[in-house]
């Protein structure tokens, strides 16, 4: 008990590292072929040998599957969960879990989130009768803003865009004083970076599409915990509700996770030197990047980042407003001008007429996303190719002294 709440068991310490987990984890070899790499499991229905008794473990894909056992297994692995469940994308996930809140529920987010996750809280939650309240700082008000139908606390960290940081065991003491849920929303770091189950975090979430499966190839979702309950309520929204990623997509997921490590550790290299060169350039106003040490929370990152990395996503605000940043967009040769992140490619984007475009903009410019923002995932490629386009697209962007 640390409250209103049960601290429910935790996962066995890993036996393994990172790496090997990444590898390993939820990856048996075929008993019957001994082939080394998970087939694909197609069938959405199994045989019975009689009424009500299957000849295996399985009865009908949407309630489970194979590629989609082991993919959960290997993400329950990283994230030092008991169980993870796999959705149709990241924003399946979220819904589900708002879903799985009774009608006149309160959830606490942070203000800055992903434009589609501000959609979901804005435009369908309270279809269901589910409350979404903004906080900017929620470190400082999550107190007062607690109200006796409070059920869950949203945090992303680090956010997209604005790449702030919370300190989740922070917000989890006073959430669990109350019997209150905290959900991170992990995507923009990866388990790799971050573990917020560690820090105290219910329910830890991924969009799948990006660092995870690291491909650009799928779209799909996951959340891990390791409450039974919660394993009980979500387990039954997955099927009942039927957000279910596809057994082919559950393998490429699994197959990109194996490399998470690398890609990882790779694409923050590159993205701290993509920041330090974008924040010694005269025409930036500013860049938010948790492992540049003039980043605000830059204590959180050390405290809550393996080795206080900054993992591969960063934004900047550019002189000229929106105009420059359009132009900074359309001028990089390696970073491609394209929505979504996390994968071996580096892309920009800009914000405030993109990802964020449907927050409306007194509320988009509270949070620090301004029309003259841009956002940079930073993929595998070499950092010092990286480094020069962002320069050479940063001379062209500008107009008028430097
Ligand atoms: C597509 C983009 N984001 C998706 C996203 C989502 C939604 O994931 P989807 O798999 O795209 O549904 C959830 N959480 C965060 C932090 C996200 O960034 C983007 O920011 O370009």
Redesign the pocket.
Known sequence: EDGGIDTPARAPSPVHQFGTLAVHAGAPHDPSTGAVIESISLSTTFAQNAVGKPVGAYEYSRSANPNRDNFEEAVAALEHARWALAF???????ATILQSLAAGSHVISVSD?????HRYFTKVALAHGVEVTFSPSIELDVEELIREQTKLIWI?SP???TLSLVDIRNVATVAHKHGILVVV?N??LSPYVQNPLDHGADIV??????YINGHSDV???VAAFNSEELKERLTFLQNAIGAIPSPFDCWLAHRGLKTLHLRARESSKNAMAVATALEAYPNVIAVNYPGLDSHRQRAVAIKQHRDGLGGGMLSFRLKGGHAAAERFCQQTKIFTL?????GVES?C?V?SA???AGIPKDQREAIGVFDDLV?L?CGVEDAEDLTKDVLQALEKAVVGPK
């Open positions: 149709a994308s990241g924003s399946a996930t979220t989130v992903y434009g589609g996750t992303e956010s997209n865009p929303d995507t923009f979430v991924h969009s799948v599409t990006k779209v799909m979702g394209a929505e979504s992140l996390g892309l984007e914000p993109m990802t964020h956002r995932s």
